[in-house]
């Protein structure tokens, strides 16, 4: 969270810019999500999801970089939308746009979700009551490896995950002095991530597991008294995932035993895993055949990663609605994640109908009517197995 200080920074940046004064008091803070409600009088809610946020990454320089060489690189030293989030801002006001000129009757709920990159913003939303009403939900995303032309009617196989940050307190003695009065915090970190690389895997499906970051110490000749490790888990569904969460969470404690340290592991930011309802993906493949821009239509495929939305996704299911996740695909020069990512145009296009034709399909199909289930309650809502 950027301090007070740069907060105020952007809220004056965005004054500046003419940005109505009311909605900068709702944003400050660092609120800065948004719901946009489009109200057509009787019939169902549906929704559109749409992340907002970019990356701490620095953007190519190169003129051969299309957005250098038109102009509209990243004005914001060291971040970019290095994962196509500002082509679903774009997916998200055309979609906006189109309903608001189309013959649509209900409620239209675009949600503009912020903290995707640290799994972290949809459960905010889920968890607000703006998805009480929804009877059906899309999720969008750009790219994922499919080309212009291209687009996945439900994107499925989302890994479960869950954050782990684990501090390790020892004692700090001299090396060389006296080893023996210190208690090493390194040695519980390096003791803690082997044996996380040994936690047996599941006979029920895929399992993941990751010490991205570690550090600890800060001399050569001081026992080291302060260890961290910064890593993940992930399961191929919600229950294998809390598995992992189990064991990491056990060997960590067993380690720092070992060396007679203390650990205190926080949780962090964490998503459960989902599937795209039937339903959803026959009227997104409709849509899709019916738009004269699609070249290709993959009915289903699995993205093996993990994604906040599912958050959302389950949310609307849990209350007997339906959800989906597309991708539409776009041609990128760099891959996700690098600083020469840019988007396809022509993408933009495609996505829009796409989206607004299925959220037509959607509002018209008497079929699809959730909102109104308790959660907990037993639903049928027709999705995918989980592997």
């Not at 952007?10 to 810019?17: H, P, T």
């Not at 060396?259 to 205190?264: A, G, I, L, S, T």
Request: hydrophobic residues 40%.
């Amino acid at each position: 969270m950027p301090d007070e200080e740069e907060l105020d920074e952007w809220l004056d940046r965005a004054r500046d810019l003419g940005v109505d004064g009311a909605i900068l008091e709702q944003l400050a803070g660092g609120y800065t999500g948004a719901i946009a409600t489009v109200e057509r009088g009787e019939g169902p809610t549906i929704a559109l999801r749409v992340d907002i946020d970019g990356l701490p990454r620095a953007e190519a320089t190169d003129e051969s970089h299309v957005p250098v060489a038109e102009g509209f690189e990243s004005q914001n030293e060291g971040n970019m939308h290095a994962c196509g989030h500002d082509a679903h801002i774009t997916f998200g006001l055309g979609v906006i746009r189109a309903i608001q000129d189309s013959d649509f009757a209900g409620t239209l709920k675009v949600i503009f979700q912020p903290a995707e990159e640290v799994v972290g913003g949809a459960k905010a939303v889920a968890t607000s009551g703006h998805l009480d009403d929804v009877d059906a939900l899309l999720a969008v995303h750009v790219g994922l490896d499919h080309p212009t032309g291209e687009v996945v009617a439900g994107v499925d196989g989302f890994l479960a995950v869950s954050h782990i940050d684990a501090r390790f307190s020892g004692e700090a003695a001299h090396a060389g002095g006296k080893p023996n009065a210190g208690r090493n915090a390194v040695q519980a970190m390096a003791t803690a991530i082997q044996n996380l690389y040994a936690i047996p895997r599941h006979e029920d499906g895929a399992t993941r597991i990751n010490a991205g970051r570690v550090g600890g110490g800060n001399a050569s000749n001081i026992i080291p008294e302060g260890a961290f490790i910064v890593g993940e888990v992930r399961g191929e569904t919600t229950e294998l995932k809390e598995y992992m969460k189990e064991e990491a969470h056990r060997v960590i404690h067993n380690a720092a035993t070992m060396h007679d340290c203390e650990v205190e592991i926080s949780g962090g930011s964490e998503a459960p895993s989902a599937a795209s309802d039937e339903a959803v993906v026959e009227h997104v493949a409709r849509a899709a055949g019916d738009n004269g821009g699609v070249t290709s239509l993959v009915r289903r495929d699995d993205l093996s990663g993990s994604e906040d939305a599912t958050y959302l996704m389950r949310g609307v299911q849990e209350r007997g609605g339906v959800a989906g996740y597309v991708a539409v695909g776009t041609d990128h020069p760099g891959g996700h994640h690098t600083a020469t990512f840019d988007v396809d145009e022509a993408s933009l296009v495609i996505g829009v109908e796409v989206l607004t034709d299925a959220i037509l399909a959607l509002a018209a199909d008497e079929s699809i009517r959730g909102g109104d289930v308790e959660p907990g309650d037993e639903v049928d809502t027709g999705a995918a197995a989980e592997n």
